[in-house]
């Protein structure tokens, strides 16, 4: 087994695969056609069968580990993004608006009085 990726620090997923790139009886697949035990295939396309699914039983272990890389990146990221927005909340925007801007602000806020029990009615 070759080491981890430089990049990404994952295992190579790319294993060889058990199964051929073309079967020999790819002219019978999605036919009628039935072997039977005395044709002398059967074996032949157990074999291939039994083949494949170790093959996806190989990719569906892959793909479980991947998913839990992902899983583990995106968490860091959204812990990484929390961080951030933590710190940027330091800054809030109105804080940097000048002290006359606010205060007239808060001036024509005051101007008329404020019911507050207005909305019992």
């Known amino acids: 087994?070759?080491?981890?990726?430089?990049?990404?620090?994952?295992?190579?997923?790319?294993?060889?695969?058990?199964?051929?790139?073309?079967?020999?009886?790819?002219?019978?697949?999605?036919?009628?056609?039935?072997?039977?035990?005395?044709?002398?295939?059967?074996?032949?396309?157990?074999t291939l069968v039994a083949d494949a699914e170790a093959d996806i039983a190989d990719l569906n272990r892959s793909i479980e580990k991947l998913e839990t890389s992902l899983a583990a990146a995106k968490k860091e990221r959204d812990e990484t993004i929390a961080f951030r927005d933590a710190h940027l909340a330091l800054f809030p925007p109105i804080h940097q608006l000048p002290a006359e801007v606010l205060l007239e602000i808060f001036h024509l806020t005051f101007q008329k009085p404020y019911n507050v029990f207005a909305f019992i009615a």
């Open 1 to 46: 087994m070759s080491p981890e990726c430089p990049h990404c620090g994952l295992p190579p997923t790319k294993k060889p695969r058990r199964i051929p790139t073309h079967s020999s009886y790819e002219t019978h697949l999605e036919t009628n056609i039935a072997f039977t035990a005395r044709d002398g295939v059967r074996v032949d396309i157990v």
